[in-house]
């Protein structure tokens, strides 16, 4: 009988990979991201040219329809008849507080979302648009204020309640999730209070005070444009500039401080420069309903889930607003403010957004 014949295994290589693997890998890798940029930039820069258009629509769309040549040459600081006064004092101003206020709705509230890494923690779903909406309630029907004093109250309101939402929810560590439930009971109770204001309102200050509930661009003037603008132009840097150490908080506290991100810092910054944006865009136009709670998942869906969406959400935002006002004025036979149809558009996606988390076995 033979000796059974044994087989000695092949030592496994644990050495580099080839160097073509290895040249290989790296090429798909580059090229994947050269198709993600791409992307993202042909999104970014259609959402810009579709704001533009649409702008340019709500200037030129009245009961007396202007051209775009028209509507350029008064922009442009040229005397045109009829067109000066109707284009260049009454839809202009409304048109840029619409670009504003969106621009600012949105970057806001992608910056909350993205921190706290859940799509319900909008500025207009935890409460800090119902700080400010309550305060201006306040002002308007107790106090007797108007025009910016209510603005500055509404402000500062809004800073405080994000504090407050901030301070009780960091008793238990701070967590997306306790933040959006705190912030859900606390913007309850202030719509209690502006409802309880409210009963005792007249007449007067009932129609002055009704848009801080709705979200209203009508009576827009350059005076109520102008802080949004320039908290715009001095906030959103700041965001912008942070959308690197965003993208690391959605992978945790731990993660972003083993990336050398300041996370302490970094929540402070973030948060300061979202709040004011949010708080000067609500004091300019009353809360337009999920504008912000709305553009950074349409954002997301439309670029994809790699990069920051800080950009493209402000341009989500601002063509919300624009579109809205559109349909709000010219499109239901009667007119509407702004924020009733913005918020039958977010209302639906609230719903469907808790049954899928669901349904999913999730929590938000």
């Known amino acids: 009988m033979s000796a059974p014949t044994t087989t000695t295994p092949r030592p496994v290589a644990s050495g580099p990979l080839p160097q073509a693997s290895t040249a290989a890998t790296a090429a798909r890798i580059a090229a994947g991201r050269r198709g993600r940029l791409r992307r993202r930039s042909v999104v970014v820069a259609v959402l810009a040219v579709l704001v533009v ?3 340019l629509a709500s200037l030129m769309v009245g009961r007396t329809f202007y051209g775009p040549l028209e509507v350029l040459r008064v922009v442009a600081g040229q005397d045109v008849d009829g067109a000066t006064f109707t284009v260049g004092t009454l839809r202009l101003p409304r048109a840029v507080l619409a670009l504003v206020v969106g621009l600012a709705f949105g970057l806001g509230g992608v910056t909350f979302q993205t921190m706290l890494r859940n799509p319900l923690a ?3 779903v935890i409460g800090i648009t ?23 109250v509404a402000i500062a309101a809004g800073l405080g309640v994000a504090l407050l939402i901030h301070l009780l929810s960091s008793r238990s560590g701070g967590a997306g999730t306790r933040l959006v439930l705190v912030g859900i009971g606390v913007g309850k109770m202030l719509e209690s209070v502006t409802l309880w204001v409210l009963q005792r309102a007249g007449q007067w200050d009932l129609q002055e005070a009704q848009r801080w509930l709705t979200g209203s661009l009508n009576g827009s003037t350059w005076e109520a444009t102008w802080p949004t603008a320039v908290a715009l132009v001095v906030l959103a840097p700041v965001l912008l500039a942070r959308s690197r150490d965003l993208e690391a908080l959605r992978l ?20 300061v420069a979202a709040v004011g ?5 609500t004091a300019a136009t009353g809360p337009i309903a999920f504008v912000a709670f709305l553009a950074g998942p349409i954002a997301a869906r439309v670029v994809g889930p790699h990069g920051s969406p ?4 402000a341009l989500v935002g601002a063509l919300l607003v624009l579109v809205a006002d559109l349909v709000g ?8 403010p702004v924020g009733v149809v913005t918020g039958v558009l977010g209302a639906p996606y609230l719903i469907w957004l808790i049954v899928r988390t669901h349904r999913a076995g999730g929590s938000l």
């Open 130 to 152: 119902a700080g400010a909406s309550a305060a201006a309630t306040v002002a308007i029907v107790v106090l007797g204020l108007s025009g910016t004093a209510v603005s500055a």
């Open 53 to 55: 258009v649409v702008l």
């Open 329 to 336: 004025q010219f499109a239901l036979g009667t007119r509407f």
């Open 310 to 313: 800080l950009l493209p959400a």
């Open 277 to 281: 944006l949010i708080a000067f865009a």
């Open 252 to 271: 945790g506290d731990d993660a972003a401080a083993a990336l050398g991100v300041r996370v302490g810092r970094t929540r402070l910054v973030v948060v």
């Open 122 to 124: 909008s500025p207009d």
